[in-house]
């Protein structure tokens, strides 16, 4: 989360936009920005369980990184850039990826307004935009803007770990319907190598060409080691 957050100042500095795809070493539950977690979750459970918590600057609800695939996109906006314009960009590179892996997915557009960050798992239903295979969710993901850059997150399906989210919290709710997944759509679990490729190839096919992979600088690192402190807070962990 830290190096996602540097990542976007580091767009703001230098006007470059990066895609990075990354993994969990270990299972970690993340809360969205804005989401209640000190009369939600059960800090116990999760410890007796393995689990890590981590509250993410993005938006959105609750989900389990394990057995998943984490993007996430930095880059400089304009204020007044309208929020789904550069949503369905990064849609196009995602939709073009799971396209070549064989994945072929729809863009949601539930009727209705989009659910409250509550205690429901991010994947338990599909908000405008987000990615489905047959109607259940796949891909889900949530932007953050600030001082003229954004942070889009997003988490791809590889296996279900989501449903499993009710029974951390306090008052353990009811199950929720069962998320697409990679396996389901594929037969297989492809390993991530597969999936950032497929994505890599994606940005250069539709974005740019030229792009290369990026050598973090020592600035970065510091403003990494420096945004790390607070993620590794409980108070803010636990702020709400």
Same mark, same amino acid.
């Given at each position: 989360?830290?190096?996602? $957050?540097?990542?976007?100042?580091? &767009?703001?500095?230098?006007?470059?936009?990066?895609?990075?795809?990354?993994?969990?070493?270990?299972?970690?539950?993340?809360?969205? +920005?804005? /989401?209640? %977690?000190?009369?939600?979750?059960? %800090?116990?459970?999760?410890?007796? !369980?393995?689990?890590?918590?981590?509250?993410?600057?993005?938006?959105? +609800? &609750?989900?389990?990184?394990?057995? $998943?695939?984490?993007?996430?996109?930095?880059?400089?906006?304009?204020?007044?850039?309208? @929020?789904?314009?550069?949503?369905?960009?990064?849609?196009?590179?995602?939709?073009? %990826?799971?396209?070549?892996?064989?994945?072929?997915?729809?863009? =949601?557009?539930?009727?209705?307004?989009?659910?409250?960050?509550?205690?429901?798992?991010?994947?338990? *239903?599909? @908000?405008?935009?987000?990615?489905?295979?047959?109607?259940?969710?796949?891909?889900?993901?949530? /932007?953050?803007?600030?001082?003229?850059?954004?942070? /889009?997150?997003?988490?791809?399906?590889?296996?279900?770990?989501?449903?499993?989210?009710?029974?951390?919290?306090? =008052?353990?709710? $009811?199950?929720?319907?069962?998320?697409?997944?990679?396996?389901?759509?594929?037969?297989? @679990?492809?390993?991530? +190598?597969?999936?950032?490729?497929?994505?890599?190839? =994606?940005? !250069?096919?539709? @974005?740019?060409?030229?792009?290369?992979?990026? *050598?973090? *600088?020592? *600035?970065?690192?510091?403003?990494? +080691?420096?945004?790390?402190?607070?993620?590794?807070?409980?108070?803010?962990?636990?702020?709400?």
């Amino acid at each position: 989360m830290a190096f996602d $957050e540097a990542l976007m100042s580091r &767009a703001r500095r230098t006007g470059e936009t990066v895609l990075r795809v990354y993994g969990w070493s270990a299972p970690v539950l993340s809360l969205g +920005r804005n /989401q209640r %977690a000190l009369d939600l979750y059960d %800090a116990d459970a999760l410890t007796r !369980r393995g689990i890590g918590l981590v509250r993410r600057p993005t938006g959105g +609800r &609750a989900l389990l990184h394990h057995r $998943e695939v984490t993007y996430s996109v930095t880059a400089p906006c304009a204020t007044d850039e309208p @929020a789904l314009a550069r949503y369905d960009e990064i849609n196009a590179l995602l939709i073009s %990826a799971l396209g070549a892996l064989g994945v072929p997915v729809d863009v =949601a557009s539930p009727n209705g307004r989009a659910a409250s960050p509550g205690g429901a798992p991010c994947f338990a *239903e599909p @908000a405008r935009g987000e990615l489905t295979v047959h109607g259940r969710k796949l891909v889900g993901s949530a /932007q953050w803007r600030d001082r003229g850059a954004l942070l /889009q997150h997003g988490s791809i399906l590889v296996d279900d770990d989501q449903t499993t989210i009710p029974s951390l919290m306090r =008052a353990p709710t $009811e199950r929720p319907p069962a998320p697409a997944t990679l396996r389901d759509a594929l037969g297989r @679990a492809p390993v991530m +190598r597969e999936v950032s490729d497929a994505l890599f190839s =994606a940005v !250069r096919a539709i @974005a740019d060409p030229d792009a290369s992979v990026l *050598e973090p *600088e020592e *600035e970065l690192v510091r403003e990494t +080691r420096r945004i790390a402190a607070r993620y590794r807070d409980d108070a803010w962990t636990w702020c709400r």
